[in-house]
């Protein structure tokens, strides 16, 4: 069983967080990884800035961009999770896209993101139908491969991503990107219930969530929650990161009273 499979026992919700590596900085990645570690979360994506990141919203592309302008490179990203792993025991896993890793080798990039420590990759511009080369190489190495379904995802394209996903299913909540949002849709529980009657894998619903009151709703039906913009902007609006920890315990208070 992978490290991502062991996060998930029964009646229990994860609570998954997004950073932009190198976003405002290197240093200020690694300290809220280290809070966040301590402030509840049970898993931490960190997202490997890219030029034309197709699955993200403003706050991400934002983010993305001004690392970028800092030189973070694949290689820094790697670098920089090797340092978060060797101050928390919290699984990581990349989110990136694929020309990057491409060009990086995929054999090359799935050997060193093993020898980081991290433990899965979130490929949102990867079909499964494409992505054959690269599970080879994960599965060597040791990574779970983590896919995303959508509202609008066909029956055959869930069947497809319950095959090959290990550790977690990856629902976007919307039919968009990400980002922070007031509500989430009217089907999120419909949509749901659609990928739970066709696979035994954990569901964590990412894209849109923002408060408490949201990831609530999402615990009742979901195995996991997934917050991103939201963190992004408390640590642009705070940089002693004090609101990111409150908020972070608020979010896992929530989730507790789900057991």
């Known amino acids: 069983m992978s490290r991502i499979q062991n996060i998930f026992r029964p009646?229990?919700?994860?609570?998954i967080a997004y950073l932009t590596l190198g976003y405002p900085s290197l240093e200020a990645t690694i300290e809220a990884a280290v809070l966040l570690a301590g402030s509840g979360c049970d898993l931490i994506e960190l997202g490997i800035p890219f030029s034309d990141p197709l699955a993200d919203g403003a706050t991400i592309q934002k983010a993305s961009y001004q690392a970028l302008k800092r030189g973070v490179t694949l290689?820094?990203?790697?670098?920089?999770?090797?340092?978060?792993?060797?101050?928390?025991?919290?699984?990581?896993?990349?989110?990136?896209y694929y020309n990057p890793i491409l060009n990086f080798g995929l054999e090359a990039f799935c050997h060193s993101a093993n020898r980081t420590g991290v433990d899965?990759?979130?490929i949102p511009d990867l079909p499964p139908e494409e992505g054959e080369e690269l599970e080879a190489n994960m599965k060597k190495y040791g990574l779970d491969p983590i896919y995303l379904l959508s509202p609008a995802s066909s029956e055959e394209r869930i069947l497809l991503v319950a095959q090959r996903s290990r550790g977690f299913i990856y629902l976007v909540s919307l039919t968009g990107v990400t980002g922070a949002r007031q509500s989430l849709p009217p089907g999120l529980?419909?949509?749901?219930?659609?990928?739970?009657?066709?696979?035994?894998?954990p569901l964590c619903v990412g894209f849109g969530i923002s408060s408490p009151e949201q990831a609530g709703r999402v615990a009742r039906i979901a195995d996991?929650?997934?917050?991103?913009?939201?963190?992004?902007?408390?640590?642009?609006?705070?940089n002693s990161l004090s609101s990111l920890k409150s908020?972070?315990?608020s979010l896992r208070e929530t989730l507790d009273q789900y057991h």
């Open 11 to 15: 009646g229990y919700r994860v609570l």
């Open 75 to 96: 290689q820094v990203c790697l670098e920089a999770a090797q340092e978060i792993k060797r101050r928390i025991a919290t699984p990581l896993v990349f989110m990136g």
């Open 120 to 122: 899965g990759l979130i």
């Open 189 to 201: 529980e419909s949509f749901v219930q659609r990928v739970r009657g066709k696979t035994e894998l």
């Open 224 to 238: 996991g929650v997934i917050v991103g913009s939201r963190l992004i902007q408390l640590i642009e609006e705070d």
């Open 247 to 249: 908020f972070v315990r």
